[in-house]
């Protein structure tokens, strides 16, 4: 069964910093891609970046330059570095496993992540 335990949101200045990251079980971590997810109030829930098992990685539009995903196989772990934080970063913060593109049908409870102007 696969678990996703995001952690790390908080309240933060715009122009501020955060870590997140996601504890995964119940699949091969390592051979897994993974993807960070936003959603914000009212709005549908958008791919924020993936890394890839072999640790590529890509970055929607609007966070490119600022955030950065890591993984650490060693502890079944995705990160998202997140630096020069915007308003509109404010979302509820969740990681997926991706296969053939698309999340699996299972979420974690996320982690909040408010930025004030």
């Known amino acids: 069964q696969v678990q996703l335990v995001e952690s790390g949101g908080g309240l933060v200045q715009a122009g501020g910093s955060l870590r997140l990251s996601c504890a995964a079980s119940?699949?091969?971590?390592?051979?897994?891609?993974m993807g960070w997810y936003r959603q914000a109030p009212g709005k549908q829930r958008d791919l924020v970046a993936v890394?890839?098992?072999?640790?590529?990685?890509n970055y929607g539009d609007s966070v490119k330059g600022r955030f950065t995903i890591s993984r650490d196989n060693t502890k079944n772990t995705v990160y998202l570095e997140m630096n020069r934080l915007k308003p509109e970063d404010t979302a509820v913060y969740y990681c997926?496993?991706?296969?053939?593109?698309?999340?699996?049908?299972?979420w974690g409870q996320g982690t909040q992540v408010t930025v004030s102007s």
């Open positions: 119940g699949i091969i971590f390592s051979l897994s891609a």
């Open positions: 997926n496993v991706i296969r053939r593109g698309s999340p699996l049908d299972v």
């Open positions: 890394i890839q098992s072999g640790g590529s990685t």
